[in-house]
C-alpha cells in the first residue's frame, strides 16, 4: 500500500525558469494538501485541493504560483518565473475525506533549489 | 505572531536523559496533533489529543493537553539517538488546513 509519493525529490532551477513539482496521494485519497518549509522553520500551509476543486488556496502567494488536482493524474504545484525566495522543501499530504480529524499522511517532500 | 509557540526551539541532551517539549497558545483549540520529521523526510503523526487534561503514552513518549486545551507537552524517558528529529505541534484550521508551531529540533547524543 504505498504511500504519498512525490516527485522529484530534488529539483534545481535558475531563476525565471518554471518549477513543475507533482504528487500521487495515497490509493483512495481525494483531498490533497501543499505546504511549504523554509530553513529551520515549521511547515506553512498553502492549498487544499480535492479533485478538479480548490477548496482553500488561503496560503498561496498572489503571483505565479498555481495548484491543481485533475480527475486523472497527480496534483500539480506549480511556480512559474521561480526567484531565490522560492527554495524551500514543498510537501504534500493526502486524506480520504471531509472531516477535521482525517488524517493528513505526508510526502517525503520535494526539495527545490533556486540558482 | 506564531498561533503555536514551541520550546525549547533547539534542544541536544544525551542519550538516557528525559526532557519535555512545549506547544504553547493563548488560543483554545479543540485537538492537537504532534509530528516528528526526520532529515529529508515528511512529518510523521505520532499523536492527536482532543479533551482537555488528556494524557497519551506511546512506548517511551508522553503526550499531554492541558486542562484549557490551550497548550499540549511532549515528554521523553530515557532518550535514545532514534528519537532524534525535528517535532512538530499542529492544530486545525478551517477546512483541513494545519497551522504548525516552528517546531522543536532535538538531538540526542550516544
Known amino acids: 500500500n504505498a504511500g504519498v509519493m512525490q516527485n522529484p525529490r530534488h529539483l534545481v532551477r535558475r531563476r525565471g525558469q518554471e518549477a513543475r513539482l507533482r504528487c500521487s496521494p495515497m490509493k483512495g485519497h481525494s483531498h490533497v494538501y501543499w505546504y511549504r518549509q523554509l530553513p529551520e522553520e515549521g511547515l506553512k500551509f498553502m492549498v487544499y485541493l480535492q479533485k478538479e476543486n480548490i477548496i482553500d488556496e488561503s496560503g498561496m502567494p498572489k503571483e505565479r504560483f498555481s495548484a491543481e488536482f485533475p480527475k486523472e493524474g497527480p496534483s500539480i504545484l506549480r511556480i512559474q518565473q521561480v526567484v531565490r525566495g522560492d527554495s524551500a522543501a514543498y510537501f504534500c499530504a493526502s486524506s480520504g475525506g471531509e472531516s477535521s480529524t482525517d488524517t493528513q499522511y505526508f510526502g517525503p517532500g520535494t526539495r527545490l533549489t533556486v540558482l | 505572531t506564531q498561533l503555536l509557540e514551541q520550546s525549547p526551539q533547539f534542544l541536544s541532551i544525551q542519550e538516557g536523559e528525559n526532557l519535555t517539549v512545549y506547544c504553547n497558545s493563548s488560543?483554545?483549540?479543540?485537538?492537537l496533533q504532534w509530528y516528528r520529521q526526520e532529515p529529508g523526510e515528511g512529518p510523521v503523526l505520532l499523536v492527536t489529543?482532543?479533551?482537555?487534561?488528556e494524557v497519551k503514552k506511546l512506548k517511551r513518549l508522553t503526550f499531554q493537553f492541558g486542562d484549557a486545551r490551550k497548550d499540549s507537552s511532549l515528554h521523553i524517558t530515557a532518550a535514545q539517538p532514534g528519537d532524534t528529529g525535528l517535532y512538530l505541534c499542529?492544530?486545525?484550521?478551517?477546512?483541513?488546513?494545519?497551522?504548525f508551531g516552528q517546531g522543536t529540533r532535538l538531538t540526542i547524543n550516544p
Open positions: 489529543v482532543v479533551t482537555g487534561g
Open positions: 499542529a492544530t486545525i484550521q478551517g477546512a483541513q488546513k494545519l497551522v
Open positions: 488560543s483554545v483549540f479543540s485537538s
